[in-house]
């Protein structure tokens, strides 16, 4: 039996997050949710290993919005992929995100999300 592939989910808004851990479950990836950038970044660092990918919301409730995620997450592992998801921010994306990343414009249908993550990870370096 095949590893399951974690992704690192990190969206504050409930409905989104159940919409975004259905899609990637379907696809055959194994989300785990934060709900607060604080808490992604504590549990990336404690699994650095176990992540394959980080899919953020990039407002965030609390202090750390999801460009600020993203940042953390490549100190910790430089070739993460990363995919951006915002209903407001995309013009800063050029400006505040990071190499290797897209950015899914709200309301983006689960299709794009899966799609997106899959090309990533496809061009991505296997796991160490």
Do not use: C
Request: hydrophobic share 50%; proline share 7%; glycine share 6%.
């Amino acid at each position: 039996m095949q590893d399951l592939i974690m992704i690192m989910v990190v969206e504050d808004d409930q409905i989104i997050q159940a919409l975004v851990e259905a899609s990637l479950t379907e696809a055959g990836f194994e989300p785990a949710i934060a709900a607060s950038g604080e808490e992604a970044v504590t549990l990336l660092r404690g699994n650095r290993s176990h992540y394959r990918a980080l899919v953020a919301a990039i407002n965030l409730l609390g202090t750390m919005d999801g460009w600020e995620v993203a940042k953390q997450a490549r100190e910790i592992d430089p070739t993460l992929p990363i995919v951006y998801m915002t209903g407001a921010a995309a013009d800063e994306w050029a400006s505040r995100g990071v190499p290797n990343s897209v950015l899914l414009t709200k309301p983006f249908a689960p299709a794009q999300l899966v799609t997106a993550v899959a090309q990533l990870l496809n061009s991505a370096p296997p796991p160490a």
